[in-house]
């Protein structure tokens, strides 16, 4: 499409007159291409080459290579307290969005330990999800991170974050226009920003609080500096409810879709969380509950079971530093229960990471052994994963 085109031509553009016509300082996170005092322009991105081959149990073996993610972002300042952000994805695009917007906002720091933002970002929920897909254990996430599967991911709409004085306690909370991805199989929750002509349009309240035992632990995983003990739980919740905008596959209160692609009337969310590092071995644990309703109350499909369902994800992971900083082996064990499942789908992995330059540079591999996919017996896959990563 032209406007898209246009989009990356700009983008490219003003990536080649930052760099090329002013000084560049190279950092741990980004190159700042600009600062004068409370002004400056940043400009980074990741790319993550994969490889990803399926052996599906009495089926055919498929694999390919692919770009999973190329991202490129722009971040700068005008003024004290104040700096915006435009993160584009341009590797794993579909359809028509050639462009797809990752992360877009402005946001004001002039709270102290509140941070006020307002746009497209990452909604408080999931510490599985808000741990940035460049610091993960494995190579994909699990169920408890995974938007498919209720974790809400990026949404467009006012956010507050922030913390004690000490960060031993930190929160979050935001107000958000969210859509989901109709389909019985999943609970799909999508952004509003890239989204289709399907999908059903509602609002999101919710927040996360964050206990923080022996010092203030990031949402990282992996274990690469951490000399004593640290220790985090979390807390977190949220609610969406249908604002009837968008209800294509429901006709007269019926669903029309045959149980495919109902609407999805509401949904409420709960994580409980925890992690913990300590000289090179890392740890994480999460279990979420979603108790989701389709529109036509019949709907007996996928995850549902008479118009609803309670969908249940639990994961815990971890590593090791077998060689300090430098490789790690990791593991990890996920399941999924639905009311309309015959039987838990679980998934258990083995893998290990080559940290180059920490996670700037790193490559990992993972091998997920699937059992009882979608909650059907006998149904099996195991996967294999290789992805070699670079931030700048």
């Known amino acids: 499409m032209k406007i898209t085109r246009g989009v990356k031509r700009f983008s490219i553009g003003l990536l080649s007159l930052a760099l090329f016509g002013a000084p560049v300082i190279a950092g741990a996170s980004g190159i700042t291409a600009y600062k004068d005092g409370d002004k400056y322009v940043k400009f980074g991105g990741?790319?993550?080459l994969q490889y990803h081959l399926e052996d599906v149990e009495n089926g055919t073996d498929t694999d390919r290579l692919f770009l999973r993610r190329l991202r490129s972002y722009i971040e700068g300042s005008l003024y004290k307290d104040w700096k915006g952000k435009i993160q584009l994805e341009i590797g794993n695009a579909s359809?028509?969005?050639?462009?797809?917007?990752?992360e877009a906002f402005v946001r004001y720091t002039g709270y102290g330990d509140t941070v006020i933002t307002i746009g497209h970002l990452n909604f408080p929920f999931s510490r599985e999800n808000l741990t940035s897909s460049k610091k993960q254990h494995l190579v994909e996430r699990t169920f408890t991170g995974d938007h498919n599967y209720g974790s809400l991911d990026k949404q467009l709409g006012v956010f507050a974050?922030?913390?004690n004085g000490d960060?031993?306690?930190?929160?979050?909370?935001?107000?958000?226009?969210?859509?989901?991805?109709?389909d019985s199989a999943k609970l799909d929750f999508d952004t509003p920003v890239n989204k289709n002509t399907d999908f059903?349009?509602?609002w999101t309240v919710g927040g996360r609080l964050d206990y923080h035992l022996f010092g203030y632990l990031p949402f990282v995983q992996g274990d690469t500096v951490t000399d004593s003990l640290k220790a985090t739980v979390g807390i977190a919740a949220f609610a969406w409810n249908n604002d009837s905008d968008n209800n294509t596959y429901t006709a007269a209160g019926s669903d029309t879709s045959s149980g495919a692609t109902p609407d999805v009337d509401s949904v409420t969310g709960v994580e409980l969380s925890a992690g913990a590092r300590l000289k090179g071995a890392s740890i994480d644990a999460q279990y979420n509950q979603f108790n989701a309703e389709t529109v036509d109350k019949n709907v007996?499909?996928?995850?549902?079971?008479?118009?609803?369902t309670k969908l249940k994800s639990f994961s815990v992971e971890g590593g090791y530093m077998v060689v300090p900083d430098r490789f790690e082996v990791v593991a990890g064990y996920q399941s999924l229960d639905a009311?309309?499942?015959?039987?838990?789908?679980?998934?258990?992995?083995?893998g290990a990471n080559y940290y180059i330059h920490g996670h700037d540079l790193k490559v990992q591999s993972t091998y997920r052994m699937g059992k009882d996919l979608n909650g059907v017996k006998g149904s099996d896959k195991n996967e294999l994963f290789i992805q070699t990563q670079y931030v700048f």
């Not at 359809?95 to 990752?102: L, R």
């Not at 499942?341 to 083995?350: I, N, P």
């Open 300 to 308: 007996t499909a996928g995850i549902y079971l008479n118009g609803e």
């Open 46 to 48: 990741r790319v993550q």
């Open 339 to 350: 009311d309309n499942y015959a039987t838990e789908w679980t998934r258990t992995s083995v």
């Open 167 to 182: 960060k031993s306690l930190t929160w979050g909370a935001g107000l958000t226009s969210t859509s989901i991805d109709p």
């Open 161 to 163: 974050h922030g913390s």
């Open 200 to 202: 059903n349009e509602g």
């Open 95 to 102: 359809d028509d969005n050639e462009v797809v917007v990752k």
